[in-house]
Nanobody
Framework: QVHLVESGGGSVQTGGSLRLSCAASVLRLGNQCVGWFRQASENEREWVATMRTYGSVYYRDAVKGRFTIYYDPDQNTVFLQMNGLQPEDTGAYYC???????????????????WGQGTQVTVSS
């Protein structure tokens, strides 16, 4: 059974940084489309970034220039480096993998088969 496990969340002040990790078991993330989503308490889960490991990366406009998604094949882990964090970045962050769509179009929750349990990010002003 595929497991995705996120870690690295926490509480930071505005302008701070965090690095989230998404470690996969059973599923090799190489050449997969892997995504990060986030969900504030009462909002829908929204797409943050996706990447085709060994390929292109995609970001929502609000995080471009601040967040970086990348893959470490030795650890079979996808990371989300988040710099310049703002209060509006607060939420539970989830990684997802196993999309049947082209990665450039995989921006909805329903586009991915596998999900992690989430890690909380809180940014205070």
């Amino acid at each position: 059974q595929v497991h995705l496990v996120e870690s690295g969340g926490g509480s930071v002040q505005t302008g701070g940084s965090l690095r989230l990790s998404c470690a996969a078991s059973v599923l090799r993330l190489g050449n997969q489309c892997v995504g990060w989503f986030r969900q504030a308490s009462e909002n829908e889960r929204e797409w943050v970034a996706t990447m085709r490991t060994y390929g292109s990366v995609y970001y929502r406009d609000a995080v471009k220039g601040r967040f970086t998604i990348y893959y470490d094949p030795d650890q079979n882990t996808v990371f989300l480096q988040m710099n310049g964090l703002q209060p509006e970045d607060t939420g539970a962050y989830y990684c997802a993998a196993g999309s049947g769509l082209a990665c450039s179009r995989a921006t909805q929750k329903s586009d991915f088969y596998y999900w992690g349990q989430g890690t909380q990010v809180t940014v205070s002003s």
